[in-house]
């Protein structure tokens, strides 16, 4: 029999009549498969939660991310208890019950282990198994959470260690677009996508699936299906690249407004330099994205421009600044008015031109480009946030994908 793993985000359980509407959903899909249901807290409740500890001020980790945990299991118990009334063979199943083991890194645990055996079990006696996902039990039996995605995450682990034929992401969109169809109305729906475009849009500011999410289900080779759970259109197939018939040079355009740009002047231009910039960053979990070192005209000398999520600028900033000893910098600026437009498709592997009309297009805007930043299907550059929109809409034009 067909094993189907199914997530639903906290805005498709957000209300009764919404996990209603699950339970109509998870019915049609029942005749000839067993499922495993993944869901969110309900829309708005994590959040509430949050408030919660910001005003006690707790920075106790371990109660946080117990408080932080309880939405799933409302939603959780709320969606086996509708199954049940309609006589399907259901079971709520909490991260720890499973169990799904993860480190001790609260509020950014990563799984170590899924307890195959255990959900086999399960399956041999129920029919649906309703999982909590951004959840599960570090080794010393404490609670954790996974952080953002973590629903996401949880949906796909669970599929890769059970061997599921697929993993359905439902949300409030019925796809991955070209390129967000509220900057850009004539965006169309993607039918199939390659992992690695996958994984490259959700790192570039589509916020459709989390990139941890996509990182595991391409190592696992696990087919993805992004859908909504309010519409019955078909979805985004997201597989491996050997699936797809044809390979588009760009796929889609994507922005992100969530990043700061940090440059460092004057620094010596010495090995290993870098790796003490960065390992200082990477020691305070500060994620680092785009990248620029440019030689200064003395030739002894360097600057290195680099950027970081909005949230975590005033931190690198101050890390920096208390080694400046270590680090021997004249100067520090920080800027967030920018953003990231990035061009994506597996088709740039074997064709020339895409970076020559990317910045002829953005010149032709007078568009000045900040930084740029490149991979085999990916390119990104910085730019003023002002020009995000007319970039994102000539570009999503020069590429043809209005059509």
Known sequence: MKLVVMKFGGTSVGSIDKIKNVANIIEKQLNDKKLIVVLSAMSGVTNQMQEYID????????????????????????LSAILKKRNIKSIPLLGWQIPIITDSNHQKAKILNIDKVRIDKYLNDYDVLVVAGFQGIDIDGNITSLGRGGSDTTAVAVAAAVDADRCDIYTDVDGVYSTDPNLEPKAKKISKLA?????????????????????????????????????????????????????????????????????LSGIADKPGISATIFGLLANNNINVDMIVQNTSQDGVTANITFTVPNNEI?????????????????????????????????????????????????????????????SEIKISVLINKKFTKIAVKSLHEAYNLDN
């Open 55 to 78: 005003e006690i001020e707790s920075n106790e980790i371990i109660e946080n991310d117990l408080i932080l945990t309880s939405g799933e299991a409302v939603s959780v118990g709320l």
């Open 195 to 263: 992992f690695e475009e996958m994984l490259e849009m959700s790192s570039t500011g589509a916020k459709v699936l989390h990139t941890r999410s996509v990182e595991l289900a391409m190592k696992n080779n696990l087919t993805l299906q992004v859908l909504s759970s309010i519409t019955k259109q078909s979805g985004t197939l997201v597989v491996d690249e050997n699936k797809l018939i044809e390979k588009e040079i760009v796929s889609g355009v994507s922005f992100s407004n969530n990043e700061s740009k940090l440059t």
């Open 314 to 374: 005033h931190n690198a900033k101050k890390i920096l600044e208390e080694n400046q000893n270590l680090i021997d910098f004249k100067s520090i600026e920080t800027d967030s008015n920018i953003s990231k437009i990035s061009v994506i498709g597996m088709g740039m592997m074997s064709q020339s031109g895409v970076a020559k009309k990317m910045f002829t297009t953005l010149a032709d805007n007078s568009i000045n480009i900040l930084a740029i930043s490149t």
